[in-house]
């Protein structure tokens, strides 16, 4: 005990003073990014519950408390011992920014809403996207920043005019909600409207903090070099014969999962009577990259053609991990994409 109160006493004091309520919130916010990126307990079910408490409340109440650090006093003292140690604070009038503890719970939940979905806006014309990490990362930042805002304005409050969560009380509330209705009907309805909206409100929140399994997929694409930059377009529409062409091809890994990826590039020849019958396919190069999920990977390769045509499709074939037939084909790929390029003998006869 005598040890423990003294490294309590070496933090610094705006520390120890920080309301109970702010450090829960920076200990969810801990708590959910350690569910979510370490490696054995991102795997158990305990990301659920706090997934749910994040997307849905935690930042939320951060940037209400940081908006309206004063307490409502309107309902009374929290407790006997509250009303002993500070009349005076009961006999002033609240702040005129002050709400009370309903118009917090419903600020906290609409704000959370608006929090994560502009994080998921403004990530989307990022390099990092809209993925689980960025999304997360961006949002405990903002989240703890808030909370710092917080515990710093409250701090600057008299002590009789700082919020503080008043258990006791809404306690109290409840009680009287679940014990006070003057038939047991309507006490069984009371309870039937908490039990519809914590559902309703779980729901939500599972939908948001779980992928479902339908929403395992991988994203392919070919990308070209225009200006510095990589586009999906500006492909070329004709090659010679044994003359490179450089392209970069992309993996988004969404199985979450991680996954070993093969990709099979080739080249086909088609019939060109326009039924896109095979005549005869080429493997050019393959290649392997291992992703964890919500990585992007690319690959600087160079194509080659082998042959010449009218009617070239340059396929680049994906398999998942390590699965890959004796005879790669669109069919039989787990994810795919291919390019139409003419290729004529123009660069054998020019060299």
């Known amino acids: 005990m005598t040890v423990s109160g003294t490294l309590w006493k070496l933090l610094p004091r705006s520390v120890r003073e920080t309301p109970a309520d702010l450090v829960a919130v920076v200990g969810v916010i801990v708590a959910t990014n350690v569910a979510v990126f370490a490696p054995i307990v991102r795997e158990t079910a305990v ?8 997307v849905l409340f935690v930042p939320g109440y951060a940037l209400v408390a940081a908006l309206f650090p004063e307490a409502d006093d309107s309902a009374g003292p929290d407790s006997a011992t509250d009303a002993a140690e500070g009349r005076d604070r ?11 503890g309903p118009e917090r719970a419903v600020l906290s939940l609409g704000s959370s809403v608006a929090i994560v979905t502009l994080a998921g806006l403004a990530l989307n014309y990022t390099p990092w996207g809209v993925r689980l990490g960025p999304v997360l990362l961006a949002v405990s930042g903002a989240a703890v920043g808030a909370t710092a805002i917080a515990a ?5 409050l008299p002590p009789r005019n700082r919020f503080r969560v008043p258990y006791r009380r809404w306690i109290a509330a409840s009680r009287t909600v679940l014990r006070g209705p003057d038939s047991r009907a309507d006490a069984a309805l009371n309870v039937l409207l908490v039990v519809t909206v914590l559902f309703a409100v779980g729901g939500v929140g599972y939908s948001v903090a779980t992928p479902s399994g339908g929403e395992r997929f991988s994203e392919v694409a070919v990308l070209t070099e225009d200006d510095g930059e990589l586009v999906t377009g500006d492909y070329p529409s004709t090659i010679g014969l044994n003359e490179s062409q450089e392209l ?3 993996i ?12 099979v590039v080739a080249q086909q020849n088609l019939d060109g009577d326009g039924n896109e019958t095979v005549v005869e396919q080429r493997e050019l190069t393959r290649f392997e990259a291992q992703l964890n999920h919500g990585q992007t990977w690319r690959y600087s390769h160079n194509i080659t053609p082998a042959a010449t045509g009218d009617a070239v499709r340059f396929v680049w074939l994906v398999y998942l991990d390590g699965d890959v037939p004796a005879n790669p084909s669109l069919e039989n790929a787990d994810y795919s994409t291919y390019l139409w390029i003419d290729v004529d003998d123009g660069a054998v006869s020019s060299a």
């Open 47 to 54: 990301r659920i519950p706090l997934g749910l408490a994040f």
């Open 90 to 100: 009961f006999r002033t009038e609240s702040p005129p920014t002050a709400i009370g």
């Open 152 to 156: 710093a304005r409250r701090r600057e």
């Open 248 to 250: 970069v091809f992309e």
């Open 252 to 263: 988004d890994n969404d199985e979450r999962r991680p996954v070993d990826y093969t990709v």
